[in-house]
């Protein structure tokens, strides 16, 4: 059975990756619908690099975007909703077309599994999921607008916050949270969630100890957060290290924009492990605990755009740098 088809003559779009070209910001007009390898309605778009049909590129309606910031948004759920399709297909048993063919998804599709049955493995065994972080808006909260806010990342899954995704949080809630607000909720959330993780991992349930451990976290780090930039307003210039060793990296929702512009930074398809011998800015330390924050430098940082990566080293990893004596 043939599906709806919902697309009109002339109407716009604008297309966010293509196989050829990868990554892109490309204007392009409707024309009609036609037979493809797997679908007699594929839709065929005209463009100024040639035509494209919908097997071979990412496409969204013009008119849901508004800026440059939501095409990364919506680049930026590529890699996972491939995954996610994959891993899907793979437990009913069907076949996959996947228009992101990297081994990367392959890889990341099996990692999933894995994490699944562990996953599944907890649940039957402790009785509650330690990914949910819902209690959070239950135990949590100070005011109501954390709570909305701290709902509204949990249903979206915690997406880069945009201008564009704090305008729909606004427009939905009655609110009028600025973006720079958004982003320290958010940073108090995630806090939040590493701060119970280890217990929650340990089968602990409890609403009191979870808080506990939760705002201890919170507050040991933002304490962190000053002495950091107190640390800054010391310092002149450009303070960078050299890994000499592998060191973690938490790709965020840039992990295709890694996987396709940078992977020579990485020690491995997944983008977990940044390798030795790479540079990387210092914006960030902490004199009294030692924790110190990293950055790409420049060349690096504008291939990945807005996106929300992290690189933060322990003080017991610090070895794994050189460079440091000269902070």
Partial sequence: MKRERTLQLGDKVVIIWTRKHHFVELDGEFQSYVKGVLSDDTPLFKTKFGDFTGETCFWIDAKRVKSSNDVTYFQSLLMPLQVELAYAARKAGQTFHNKIDYKEVKALTEKKKINADKLNHFVNTHGF??????????????????????????????????????ELFNKEYAEKLSRDDALSLTVKKVRYILGAQILRYKGVSNPEE?????????????????????????????????TNKPIEFWAGNCLMKCIEKIPQIFLSPECEYIKPGIE????????YEKWIKLDFMPNIREQLGDDAYSI????????RLDGIDKL
């Fill in 312 to 319: 933060i080293v322990h003080p017991e990893d610090l070895e």
């Fill in 280 to 287: 990387l800015e210092v914006i960030g330390f902490d004199p």
């Fill in 210 to 242: 979870l808080k506990k451990a939760a705002l201890e976290f919170e507050k040991k780090f933002s304490k962190q957060d000053e002495r950091m930039s107190e640390w800054r307003k010391t310092k002149k210039g450009i303070r960078t290290v050299k």
């Fill in 129 to 166: 999921d330690p990914l949910d972080d819902s209690w959070i808006e239950a135990q949590m909260v100070t005011n109501e607008l954390e709570r909305k806010w701290f709902e509204f990342t949990r249903i979206h899954k915690m997406p880069i916050i945009t201008e564009g995704f704090v």
